[in-house]
């Protein structure tokens, strides 16, 4: 069977499989960055465990996803540095992330996630891989709708324009 021979650590990463994980392990330290500030600006103590939860789960794919990455031979991004702490009531009024802002940038965030999690498991083919990149998808997923149902309880959802039917005419 030639390099593909059935154990999937012993196969090298394909160049997709590579930039995903790549590209993956660098967007989370972004957002674990951009978090770590949200952490601050944020008053709401549901959203703050929540953001804390997030960064935590991206500090573990990262560990995960840079073994990978480090057994292959490959760099991987670097990090940033940890953000200071600050309290909210520190920041002015002006220049302060509002909760809801905050909420809405995290969802697009998962939901982006989910797309990239997506494109790495379709295009793997070492089982490991895309097993991982599972993983990912389904906590997301799970993260996402706590995320939702926190949105929902705080009335911070903005819908797109509803469908309705029309009113039929007798």
């Known amino acids: ?21 790549w590209a993956y392990v660098g967007a989370n330290n972004g957002m674990i960055s951009g978090y770590e500030a949200f952490i601050n600006h944020a008053g709401d103590k549901d959203l703050i465990d929540l953001l804390k939860e997030a960064v935590d789960t991206m500090k573990a794919e990262n560990k995960e996803v840079q073994r990978v990455l480090k057994e292959n031979g490959i760099t991987p991004p670097p990090s940033l ?18 909760d809801p802002e905050i909420s809405a940038a995290v969802s697009i965030n998962v939901g982006q996630g989910l797309v990239s999690c997506s494109q790495v498991i379709g295009q793997s083919i070492r089982e490991d891989i895309a097993m991982m990149f599972g993983k990912f998808l389904t906590d997301k997923l799970a993260f996402g709708m706590k995320l939702l149902n926190m949105n929902k309880e705080k009335g911070w959802v903005i819908p797109p324009p509803l469908h309705m039917e029309p009113q039929k005419k007798d």
């Open 1 to 21: 069977m030639g390099i593909l021979n059935g154990n999937p650590k012993e196969e090298p990463l394909h160049y997709g499989e590579v930039i995903g994980c």
């Open 81 to 98: 540095p940890e953000r200071g702490k600050a309290s909210a009531e520190d920041i002015p009024m002006g220049a302060r992330f509002m």
